[in-house]
Nanobody, 126 residues
Framework: VQLQASGGGLVQAGGSLRLSCAAS????????MGWFRQAPGKEREFVAA???????TYYADSVKGRFTVSRGNANFVYLQMNDLKPEDTALYYC?????????????????????WGQGTLVTVSS
């Protein structure tokens, strides 16, 4: 599975961006897609995830009510980010899980995901 993330950019606080992640290769084997982010000097952290069916979604507390993850047409997953804050500034990565299913609370764990795309940079100015 190959993943290509895009849509990052520079935005003012309170603004919006939509990130896209295109999956190719053995995309039929995907169980779920996740978004993670890594700010300078910090560890990579979970942001949101969606099952490939689009039925189940998961969010970090820090983005609930502001971000929306969704499965689009074909092999695309989106992360709609509204009311952006300077602390949302980070390199955003999409990741695919193909092995098994999520166990309780496991959707936020980096090692649950088998494939990673390159990051797309989101910068929020105050």
């Amino acid at each position: 599975v190959q993943l290509q993330a895009s849509g990052g950019g520079l935005v003012q606080a309170g603004g919006s961006l939509r990130l896209s992640c295109a999956a190719s290769g053995r995309a039929f084997s995907i169980y779920a897609m996740g978004w993670f982010r890594q700010a300078p000097g910090k560890e990579r952290e979970f942001v949101a995830a969606v099952t490939w069916s689009g039925i189940s979604t998961y969010y970090a507390d820090s983005v609930k009510g502001r971000f929306t993850v969704s499965r689009g047409n074909a092999n695309f997953v989106y992360l709609q980010m509204n009311d952006l804050k300077p602390e949302d500034t980070a390199l955003y990565y999409c990741a695919a899980k193909v092995r098994g299913t999520f166990h309780r609370g496991s959707h936020y764990l980096r090692n649950e995901y088998d494939y990673w795309g390159q990051g797309t940079l989101v910068t929020v100015s105050s």
